[in-house]
């Protein structure tokens, strides 16, 4: 019903930066949460950062101060800028989005951060 595709991910020097992107397509009347999720090698997946439709923010203490979640809401996208990276911030990066009371994920995109 609703699709999410993240783009952005690559390989970057520790200290350096990217942005991620997903976009959501499919019955998207509207979004309520949307949000990162990652999962580095031999890890579980963790939060990351979340961003309401009243553009409130929550952050995972691992990133706060060098991640930042933003939102168009027009476009149905949601943005993750992420500078100051570390080797630790390797992983696959997850867009999930929730509509209705049911979340929804993409595919995911992957970082590498190389030292």
């Known amino acids: 019903q609703v699709q999410l595709v993240e783009s952005g991910g690559g390989l970057v020097q520790a200290g350096g930066s990217l942005r991620l992107s997903c976009a959501a397509s499919?019955?998207?009347?509207?979004?309520?949460?949307m949000g990162w999720y990652r999962q580095a090698p031999g890890r579980q997946r963790e939060f990351t950062a979340t961003?309401?439709?009243?553009?409130?923010?929550v952050y995972a203490a691992s990133v706060k101060g060098r991640f930042t979640i933003s939102r168009d809401i027009a476009k149905n996208t949601v943005y993750l800028q992420m500078n100051s990276l570390k080797p630790e911030d390797t992983a696959v990066y997850y867009c999930?989005?929730?509509?209705?009371?049911?979340?929804?994920w993409g595919k995911g995109t992957l970082v590498t951060v190389s030292l």
């Open positions: 961003i309401t439709r009243g553009a409130s923010t």
């Open positions: 999930a989005a929730s509509l209705r009371g049911v979340d929804y």
């Open positions: 499919g019955s998207i009347f509207r979004l309520d949460d």
